[in-house]
T-cell receptor, first 115, second 117 residues
Framework: AQKITQTQPGMFVQEKEAVTLDCTYD???????LFWYKQPSSGEMIFLIY??????QNATEGRYSLNFQKARKSANLVISASQLGDSAMYFC????????????FGSGTRLQVQP | GAGVSQSPSNKVTEKGKDVELRCDPI?????LYWYRQSLGQGLEFLIY????????KSGLPSDRFSAERTGGSVSTLTIQRTQQEDSAVYLC???????????????FGPGTRLTVL
């Protein structure tokens, strides 16, 4: 079974508008962390935002916020006021509190911001 | 400060040859990870080093793959007798320490694009 599911292979958004990228996850651990990374065409994975399973508040980092719904096991990324430079692949990832320490990634969403 | 660096940025090799990929983590980071990104398989974990502990090799796809980390810093991923299916981008990441539960953030290098002809 997929541990991280990103159901949107591609998304379009107009410049200056907000966009939500979906991510659902599956784990039996109580302690886990959820991450979003951005991968522009240059290829480097850029860390955007982190949400811990015990965090009561949704994480925010500048124009990025994470809509964390624990009961639904979803961790959607919201980008406000999209910019042309936001065009990239976006990956949701999870690190479980026990077992393997590495990240498990979703398949990614390609976001294209249109002028 | 300097981020994670990887070399070479691109490597083209012939099927059956051995290749070595290098990763230099962020100074002071004790954990180092190798991942592989390919079109068909997405991002896959390969191997993880933490300090002086035995590495977690559970993600290595075959015994042709091996990695070492010398002096707790630089790491080398070696692929022996390369096959065409080994063509991918190999990404290295480091983090300060994973021992603080699930909070530790991994920072990635630019990757090495490996092409096996």
């Amino acid at each position: 079974a997929q541990k991280i599911t990103q159901t949107q292979p591609g998304m379009f958004v107009q410049e200056k508008e907000a966009v939500t990228l979906d991510c659902t996850y599956d784990t039996s651990d109580q302690s886990y962390g959820l991450f979003w990374y951005k991968q522009p065409s240059s290829g480097e994975m850029i860390f955007l935002i982190y949400q811990g399973s015990y965090d009561e508040q949704n994480a925010t980092e500048g124009r990025y916020s994470l809509n964390f719904q624990k009961a639904r096991k979803s961790a959607n990324l919201v980008i406000s006021a999209s910019q042309l430079g936001d065009s990239a692949m976006y990956f949701c990832a999870m690190r479980e509190g026990t077992g393997r320490r590495a990240l498990t990634f979703g398949s990614g969403t390609r976001l294209q911001v249109q002028p | 400060g300097a981020g994670v660096s990887q070399s070479p940025s691109n490597k083209v090799t012939e099927k059956g040859k051995d290749v070595e990929l290098r990763c230099d983590p962020i100074s002071g980071h004790t954990a180092l990870y190798w991942y592989r990104q390919s079109l068909g398989q997405g991002l896959e974990f390969l191997i993880y080093f933490q300090g002086n502990s035995a590495p977690d090799k559970s993600g290595l796809p075959s015994d042709r793959f091996s990695a070492e980390r010398t002096g707790g810093s630089v790491s080398t991923l070696t692929i022996q007798r390369t096959q065409q299916e080994d063509s991918a981008v190999y990404l290295c990441a480091s983090s300060h320490t994973p021992d603080r539960g699930s909070t530790d953030t991994q920072y990635f290098g630019p990757g090495t694009r490996l092409t096996v002809l």
